[in-house]
């Protein structure tokens, strides 16, 4: 696996952020994708995903930016840690880390399998 494919795969999902289009933020994950949010339960598949992202969306998301610090690959997967930043509007709304595992799918693609993250702000008291 390149770094250009897990790039390209974070330039998607970002463009879909910008975009508000939650079915191509959830084109980056797989069809058994797992997502992990920080204070909520896990959502599984690409279709829990997509509305998982249209709610983010709703709530007034209209940006941000994901950062690889580290990427290591054994076969199949490869795990990504990183830096997240949110916007709404022009404001920075949460900033945090998250760990992606990236599984090769069966055409050779590579898809988010399991995504965390969390904010580095404090939660609320």
Known sequence: MA???????NATFVQGLEKGDAGL?????????????PGAE???G???IEQF????????????SLSTV????????AVEEGRYELRAGNQVV????YVVVHRRQSDGSWKYGIDIWNSDQAPPS
């Open 25 to 37: 933020m959830a084109s980056a994950y797989a069809e058994d994708g797992r997502l992990l949010p």
């Open 53 to 64: 992202w249209q709610g983010a969306l709703g709530q007034g998301l209209t940006g941000g």
């Open 42 to 44: 896990p959502v599984s």
């Open 3 to 9: 770094r250009s494919d897990i790039d390209a795969l």
């Open 70 to 77: 580290s990427l290591e690959e054994r076969g199949d997967l």
């Open 46 to 48: 690409q279709a829990a």
């Open 94 to 97: 949460d900033t945090g880390k």
